[in-house]
Each structure stands twice: as structure tokens, then as C-alpha cells.
């Protein structure tokens, strides 16, 4: 059971160049997620998508894109990578939620990206 | 503007001991919170979680109690272990949506 596979794990960039991480997910779940993870900034939210062929922005949306074509896959794309896109970034998935209810959302290991 | 905060970057507490987080949220809309653990150099994990319909939850060794008068929700993990050293996080969501937001995160380091 894989669960959540974030590939590279590691990356390095220079300035202006663009690149996907990808995500992928054998959960069947609907709810996928981007975040970064900074010091001192805990986890925040990048872009998100609530199943196939719909997605929304997060908290930090700029310099991103998303698209969700399948359920299992949810790519995201720096456009032009820029020094403080350096960070880790982390991709998440869950169910669907529920009334007064949640659904733990199941992370992958992540993508550590410098952007020099 | 951070509206879940984690005041306290890192605690310290000896083996067998009660090591106690705490959090604290501004949005009135959060009902339903988590937990997550994080070990470096992998992906959080889910814990423990409570909704704003109940005070109290436990798990094992950890237990969640939740505060909406003052908006402080704290994890309390008894007793503590080595294998809890790590980052814990707290997070946040509103009316069973799935946008989710996290506090910035207390590092626990227990003590053999």
C-alpha cells in the first residue's frame, strides 16, 4: 500500500526556470492538497482540489499551478521558480468530509525544492 | 494573520511524564481540529482529532481536550516516551470543509 508518493524528493532550480512536483495517491480519495512547509511558518496551504477536474486556490497560491485530470493525480507546477519558492512542499489526500467530522488527510514524505 | 497559533516552539519533558501542547485559534467558524505528528524528513501524521460538539477525546496515551469559550484546544500524551519526539501539529477546519489550516508547530524532545 503506497498511500501518498511525492516525486523528486529533492530538487534544485535556478532562478526562472519551471518544473512540476508530482503527486500521486492509490486511496481513491477525493480531497487532495498542496502545502509548503517554511520555518517558523508551520504548514500552508498552496492549492487543493475537491475531486477531478476541480480545484481551488489556497492561503499561497502565486507563482503555483494546479490541475486535477485524474483521481489519483495532482501535479503542481512553479511557472517561473523564484528564491522564495525555496522550501518543502508537501502533498496531502483524504475522504471526503463528514458533517461536525473531518477526515485525516494522509501526506506524502515530501519535496525538498532550492531555488538558487 | 495567524489563526492558529502554537505559542510554544519546543518543550522539554523527562520519560513517564505528561508533556502537555497547547494551541490556540482565533476563527469562531473552526469546528473540528487535529493533531499531526512529524518526524524529520517525512510527511505529518494524523493522531488524534476532536469536534467542537465535545470537550473531551481520547486515544491511548493521548487525549485532546478543547476549550471553545477561550478558543484553546490542548494534546496532553501520558505517559511520555522517547518514540513521541517530534513536531506536533495543530490544525483547524471550518463547517466540514476540507481547506485546512495548521499552526506553526511545537517541537518535543522527551528525555530517556
Known amino acids: 500500500n503506497a498511500g501518498v508518493t511525492q516525486t523528486p524528493k529533492f530538487q534544485v532550480l535556478k532562478t526562472g526556470q519551471s518544473m512540476t512536483l508530482q503527486c500521486a495517491q492509490d486511496?481513491?480519495?477525493?480531497?487532495m492538497s498542496w502545502y509548503r512547509q517554511d520555518p517558523g511558518m508551520g504548514l500552508r496551504l498552496i492549492h487543493y482540489?475537491?475531486?477531478?477536474?476541480?480545484?481551488d486556490q489556497g492561503e499561497v497560491p502565486n507563482g503555483y499551478n494546479v490541475s486535477r485530470s485524474t483521481t489519483e493525480d495532482f501535479p503542481l507546477r512553479l511557472l517561473s521558480a523564484a528564491p522564495s519558492q525555496t522550501s518543502v512542499y508537501f502533498c496531502?489526500?483524504?475522504?471526503?468530509?463528514?458533517?461536525?467530522?473531518?477526515?485525516?488527510?494522509?501526506f506524502g514524505d515530501g519535496t525538498r525544492l532550492s531555488i538558487l | 494573520d495567524q489563526q492558529v497559533k502554537q505559542n510554544s516552539p519546543s518543550l522539554s519533558v523527562q520519560e513517564g511524564r505528561i508533556s502537555i501542547l497547547n494551541c490556540d485559534y482565533t476563527?469562531?467558524?473552526?469546528?473540528?481540529f487535529l493533531w499531526y505528528k512529524k518526524y524529520p524528513a517525512e510527511g505529518p501524521t494524523f493522531l488524534i482529532s476532536?469536534?467542537?460538539?465535545?470537550d473531551k477525546n481520547e486515544d491511548g496515551r493521548f487525549t485532546v481536550f478543547l476549550n471553545k469559550s477561550a478558543k484553546h484546544l490542548s494534546l496532553h500524551i501520558v505517559p511520555s516516551q522517547p518514540g513521541d519526539s517530534a513536531v506536533y501539529f495543530c490544525?483547524?477546519?471550518?463547517?466540514?470543509?476540507?481547506?485546512?489550516?495548521f499552526g506553526t508547530g511545537t517541537k518535543l524532545q522527551v528525555i530517556p
Open positions: 496531502a489526500s483524504s475522504l471526503r468530509p463528514r458533517t461536525y467530522s473531518n477526515q485525516p488527510q494522509h
Open positions: 486511496m481513491n480519495h477525493e480531497y
Open positions: 482540489s475537491v475531486g477531478a477536474g476541480i480545484t
Open positions: 476563527n469562531s467558524m473552526f469546528d473540528y
Open positions: 476532536i469536534s467542537s460538539i465535545k
Open positions: 490544525a483547524a477546519s471550518a463547517g466540514g470543509y476540507q481547506k485546512v489550516t
